[in-house]
């Protein structure tokens, strides 16, 4: 399995790209390596890999920089690694569009785990499970799931991988309030129990693209301190 996945590793500490590499070579990965932000740019354009492995700290541009220019193209899954640890720096690479975020220095049991976390949203993505449900229809909104697209008012919706699983979560659930916990151990795993900041940031990036005016939202109901609702619209 790990053998049709291909990832790119972004990272300019030789040792530590070598830490990555070898693990990912035990593990059966493919992987290419980039040691910094131009490289980095050419390689996604040219072999298109299935996840990058980001570190922030490049010599000649800042990571966040290269997360806004692939996501202008491509919704690939990027994981962020780096020695970054402040919450705003978390913050701000998610709401860049990452998908995750690993703090140096950190397993390598733990690298493994976020990404098998990020191949079965891959593989949920393009097809596997949804794909045994039709098209989901709520007011204007529309999830065409064998697909992996959605649609308000026919007009096809650009959302991030992160942001689609969210309303997809959303709307098999419509009409139940899901918690906090719920949401960030179905789309992130239980590393992420806690990270409510994250699920936040996420949340408020898709309101922006699904609701007409995201102040009174129509599909998507907060439930301060537990967690949101998508509502039936007639």
């Not at 990965?29 to 932000?37: Q, W």
């Not at 919450?87 to 950190?106: E, N, R």
């Not at 936040?200 to 309101?207: E, G, P, Y």
């Amino acid at each position: 399995m790990n053998r049709n996945v291909l990832l790119l590793v972004v990272e300019d500490d030789a040792s530590v790209r070598n830490l990555i590499t070898t693990t990912l070579k035990a593990h059966d990965y493919r992987y290419l390596t980039a040691e910094n932000g131009t490289s980095a740019i050419l390689e996604v354009t040219s072999h298109n890999p299935d996840i990058i492995l980001l570190d922030l700290g490049l010599p000649d541009m800042d990571g966040i920089e290269i997360i806004r220019k692939i996501r202008t193209w491509s919704n690939m899954p990027i994981i962020v690694i780096s020695a970054r640890s402040e919450d705003t720096d978390k913050i701000d690479a998610l709401d860049a569009g990452a998908d995750d975020y690993l703090t140096k220095p950190f397993s390598v049991e733990e690298l493994l785990a976020r990404l098998r976390v990020t191949q079965r949203r891959l593989s949920m993505m393009q097809g596997g499970a949804e794909k045994q449900n039709a098209v989901f229809t709520n007011g204007a909104l529309k999830i065409d799931y064998p697909a992996g697209c959605a649609y308000l008012d026919d007009e096809e919706l650009h959302l991030t991988p992160i942001e689609y699983k969210l309303l997809c979560l959303l709307a098999k659930n419509v009409g139940k309030v899901l918690t906090h916990t719920f949401i960030t151990q179905s789309i992130w795993g239980s590393s992420w129990e806690n990270d409510i900041a994250s699920l936040r940031v996420f949340m408020a990036t898709l309101r922006k693209k699904i609701e007409k005016d995201p102040s009174s939202p129509q599909y998507i109901q907060t439930h301060i301190g537990v967690g949101y609702r998508m509502l039936k619209v007639e």
